[in-house]
Structure formats: structure tokens, C-alpha cells
């Protein structure tokens, strides 16, 4: 990448909404430690920071929307289809936009060497996918019902069963990561990352709603998560 003065120019701002999870959120440790300490200093983009990359549907194949069918066999777990759509602030669909999705197995365990909690890994399952949204913003993936897992927050504290979001957008800088959760889950209630945003409306964006409509009969259930970017709607971000 050039450092020459002339390939910097004035890129993407995202404005830190309300609804977004604070840099420190007192009962989230992780946060204690990558929260800044200090006033942030403004970098102007470079060039290849806002102008790239770029997916089309040669780089993104169907296929990897698909996270049941990426080995020699069908994960455990409950099959789902999960699809939404990406909108704008004012409803308008973002079409062409990399979506990234990656989670635990459906006993609570991700495919990472650092992964040690105490549950069966699952060889036909990686847990992650992706796709492009099509001209009407809209995406779906099939994939299983992750399990919660512990984590080290402090004793005996659990993630409730969720997915993480990566919003690629039109390059590098415009990037967005948040996570979404399934309805009903009683581990919400105790979870520090999902309390951390400070607005109950916004905790309840980041819940998926069942979409009976959507289920296949004897094969799959459905679920509807759509993402909103910005506005009074958006759906939280992550820092
Ligand atoms: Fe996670």
C-alpha cells in the first residue's frame, strides 16, 4: 500500500450511534483492557481503504451459504434457514454487500485452537459462511442452531446462543460486526456483551424473530434477521 501523500484521502465515518455498545462497559471485562484511555486520533483513509475490495459472484460462490453442506456430512444440530435483508436508515435495500456470518457448533463449540470448553467438537461442522445480498438487499444462509458456551467473564457466565454479523459494505473502512440471538433465550437476561448496549429497544434488533413462513417442512426451521445500518432503527454495532 502507497503512504505517498497523494493517495490519502477523506474516507468513511461511521458516527457512534446510542444504541451501540460503549468502548467501556463496566461489567463486560474484556472491555476494561480495549477500551481507549486515551482522546482518539483522526487517520485520513488511503485510497485502497475505501475502494476495495470488491465481491461479485465469482468470488462469492452460492455454495457457501450453506454452512451444513461443507463436508463429507450433515452437521448435528437443528437445521435452520436464516435469511433478512440489509437496509439503509430509510428502508432502501443494500444489494451487492458481503455478509459474513461465523458461530459455535450446536453443543456451544467454535472449529478455533483456542476453543478448550468441554464439548464435542462436530468434524462436518466449520461454522462459517457468506454470501452477497441480492438487488433487494436480501440474503439467507443455511446453517445449524449454535449452543451457548461459557466464558471467562466471571464465574459461571455463559454467551447465549448467537451468530456474529460481519457487514463488509463497499471497502475495508466501512466494515460493521454485531451479533444476533434467538428469541426466548433465558441466558440474555445474564449475558454481559448482549447488556452492554445501553438501549433496551436496541438489545431487542439484535433478536431474530421465528419465521414460520420460512420453515421447510420436515427439514428446516426459519428465522428472519434483518440488518438496518442506520437511523433510529439501526441495528447496534460493535466497536
Ligand atoms: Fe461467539
Redesign the pocket.
Known amino acids: 500500500m502507497s503512504d505517498r501523500a497523494s493517495d490519502r484521502i477523506a474516507g468513511y465515518h461511521k458516527d457512534h450511534h446510542r444504541s451501540d455498545p460503549p468502548w467501556l462497559s463496566p461489567g463486560l471485562k474484556a472491555t476494561r483492557l480495549r477500551a481507549p484511555k486515551q482522546p482518539l486520533v483522526s487517520l485520513t483513509h488511503t485510497l485502497s481503504e475505501v475502494t476495495g475490495p470488491v465481491f461479485t459472484h465469482n468470488t462469492v460462490q452460492d455454495h457457501e451459504a450453506d454452512l451444513t453442506t461443507q463436508h463429507g456430512g450433515a452437521p448435528i444440530g437443528q437445521r435452520i434457514i436464516l435469511s433478512g435483508r440489509v437496509l439503509d436508515g430509510y428502508g432502501k435495500p443494500i444489494p451487492n454487500t458481503l455478509l459474513e456470518v461465523w458461530?459455535?457448533n450446536s453443543a456451544g463449540r467454535?472449529t478455533h485452537k483456542w476453543d478448550t470448553y468441554q464439548a464435542p467438537a462436530d468434524p462436518n461442522f466449520s461454522g462459517v459462511g457468506r454470501c452477497l445480498t441480492d438487488d433487494q438487499g436480501r440474503y439467507s444462509f443455511v446453517t445449524i442452531k449454535p449452543g451457548p458456551?461459557p466464558f471467562g467473564n466471571h464465574h459461571n457466565a455463559w454467551?447465549p446462543a448467537?451468530i456474529?454479523f460481519s457487514v463488509f459494505g463497499r471497502a475495508f473502512v466501512t466494515r460493521l460486526v454485531t451479533?444476533m440471538y434467538f428469541p426466548g433465550d433465558p441466558l440474555l437476561a445474564q449475558d454481559p456483551v448482549f447488556n452492554s448496549i445501553p438501549v433496551s429497544r436496541a438489545r431487542q434488533r439484535l433478536i431474530c424473530d421465528f419465521d414460520l413462513d420460512a420453515t421447510v417442512a420436515d427439514w428446516a426451521n426459519a428465522y428472519r434477521f434483518d440488518i438496518v445500518l442506520r437511523g433510529r432503527e439501526a441495528t447496534p454495532m460493535e466497536g
Open positions: 458461530q459455535a467454535y458456551y454467551r448467537h456474529h451479533q
